[in-house]
């Protein structure tokens, strides 16, 4: 597959494709190469946008859901025509394997669809007045011009899973997509131009200032809402910022997956989930399982059988459909995925497979066996491909070591007991079970955390709700 870019490198501003005098870099992560370099805003690019979010605000939320519905299912059309050629732009901008970039498209468009039939669905209610001369009603608005900030992990999916509700609730959006993968979004705004779509009402600011360009957009009351993904420790500073202009927040952050596999768990099927879990993207997922609690009856066996797996995952360069285990995103990213493993070595980890680094920013997918609480695998997220084994003898230790942690984002267990099963993900404090499931997102469900992890949801018609507010209405007749 060609690693030539020709998409989209301007801003998308109040209509206008934007140049700006600096620019910056995207770079692939597996070779090195420059693919683009993009329009950097400063805080002026910043409040042009706003401005036209706030005008657009005015028309766009008093369209009618069935406008809106008609142009979400244009653009959604639109994604799925050019579908391989995202999956490329994705692939090059952060190094994500082909192959699971189209199915990152195939979701991120699902969100367009679902919430292109959602729009339809924004009911109000009537309220039994205790006076014979009221009538009283709920009804639901939408909030607001909105700011987004994206991560680099899902450049396509976490950008339509705000995008798509936003809009089909008749929000405003200004994005600002990460500074590595900043391709893929304005490639969406494209489409978004081509399906019909106003560029006021959806706008593309690509920066390499996050903290300028943010704060224009959080300091000013008429940005209603932030809604964000990304790292725990800019969620906060986001929130704090937020509070000043007591904006609706909205916070998908850091997670610390827990993977709890009991003794009576289909084994062969086990191994199948940890893997689809752990090593997607690299295991740059925020649900990506960090630690795997296996009890002490199967751990030799599932940690033979896991090992002899993830070994014959194949390495390689992201273009290339067969391959399973691609680069992480860049140098910082590597330096921790080393520190995590190296700490572990030190305090009595073994390597089961993998360990190194392959290539470039390649690290071979790892199993560490004999992993305990103190090491650094166990208290922060890697975001690399290392799967880190623990032993565990009862139900109930495996839920407190599970539940040991600030964050509270997605967890899963395998078992067969089902009163087990229930008891178990009663027990768990996260926002995301996957039982007997390693991937339980999907558009139609709610996803987003709890503890550290964040507030507010995502997918599904909880997803909407965050772009809605309810207005009450007291009639007297
Ligand atoms: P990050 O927090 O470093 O960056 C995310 C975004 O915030 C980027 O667009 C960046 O430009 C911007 N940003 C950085 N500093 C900022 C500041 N001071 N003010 C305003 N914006 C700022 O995170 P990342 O490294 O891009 O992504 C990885 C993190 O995202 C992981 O912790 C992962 O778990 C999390 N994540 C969470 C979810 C979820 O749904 N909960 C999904 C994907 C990723």
Redesign the pocket.
Known sequence: MSSTFTGETRAFIAGQWVTTSNTFAVTNPFDGAQVARVADCDASHAQTALEASVAAFTWWSKTTAYERSALLKKWHALMLRDEQEIARMIALEMGKPVSEALGEVRYAAGFIEWYAEEAKRVYGETIPSQFAHKRLFAIRQPVGAVYA??????PAA?VTRKLAPALAAGCTMIL?????SPLTALKLAQLWLEAGGHGDVFQVIT?ND??G???IM?QDERIRKIT????????K??TK?AADTLKRVSM????HAPYLIFADADLEQAVKDVIACKFRNAG????CTNRVYVQRDIVAAFTEKLGAAVAALKIGDPLETSTQIGPV?DQA?LEKVIRHVSDAVSKGATIVTGGKVEQGLIFQPTVLGNVSSNMLVLQE?T?GPVAPIIAFDTESEAISAANNTPFG?AAYIWTKDISRAVRVAESLEYGIIGLNDAVPSTVQAP???VKQ??YGR?GGHWGLEEYLFVKYVSLGI
Request: proline share 6%.
């Open positions: 900030v994206t991560p680099w992990n899902f976490m600002k997509p990460a500074e590595q920066t996050p903290i360009v943010s704060k959080m964000f993904t990304g790292s725990t420790e800019v969620g500073i986001l910022q998908e952050l850091g997670g740059q997922t925020c649900v995103v990213g997220e975001f984002l996803f987003g955390g992890s964040g995502e």
